[in-house]
């Protein structure tokens, strides 16, 4: 087996970076949502996630269209998909940061994880 050259901290936070939408989309997905508590889902995901290493900033938005569309009329509400999440996290590691994001590309038809920026 040949030896990997050095990892650089540009490669820990991609890694972390990766770690923490992978983390967060299948920790809440399947979460019980109506349009009443998609505020406090929201905030309750950015805290969730905002408290865990490397992480400098996080934005989630979930969309509420999609909630209302998806509404059980008999119960009220409907489960988190990932389709329905906007997440930005801006994640640094020693000398590196980056700018990650979860968003439903509808070419795809699938919740996209994507690297923004690395600085």
Same mark, same amino acid.
């Given at each position: 087996?040949?030896?990997?050259?050095?990892?650089?901290?540009?490669?820990?936070?991609?890694?972390?970076?990766?770690?923490?939408?992978?983390?967060?989309?299948?920790?809440?997905?399947?979460?019980?949502?109506?349009?009443?508590?998609?505020?406090?889902?929201?905030?309750?995901?950015? !805290?969730?996630?905002?408290?865990?290493?490397?992480?400098?900033?996080?934005? *989630?938005? +979930?969309?509420?269209?999609?909630? &209302?569309? /998806?509404?059980?009329? !008999?119960?009220?509400?409907?489960?988190?998909?990932?389709?329905?999440?906007? *997440?930005? +996290?801006?994640?640094?590691?020693? &000398?590196? /940061?980056?700018?990650?994001?979860?968003?439903?590309?509808?070419?795809?038809?699938?919740?996209?994880?994507?690297?923004?920026?690395?600085?």
């Amino acid at each position: 087996m040949q030896q990997n050259k050095t990892i650089t901290d540009r490669d820990n936070v991609l890694f972390e970076a990766g770690i923490k939408l992978g983390a967060l989309y299948h920790q809440f997905t399947g979460s019980p949502v109506n349009l009443r508590t998609v505020d406090s889902l929201e905030i309750a995901i950015q !805290e969730s996630i905002s408290v865990q290493p490397c992480v400098e900033d996080i934005k *989630v938005s +979930i969309n509420r269209d999609m909630i &209302s569309s /998806k509404l059980n009329s !008999e119960y009220g509400y409907c489960e988190l998909e990932g389709r329905m999440l906007d *997440v930005r +996290i801006t994640a640094n590691f020693k &000398s590196a /940061k980056a700018d990650v994001s979860l968003a439903f590309d509808t070419e795809l038809d699938y919740p996209l994880m994507k690297i923004e920026k690395i600085y």
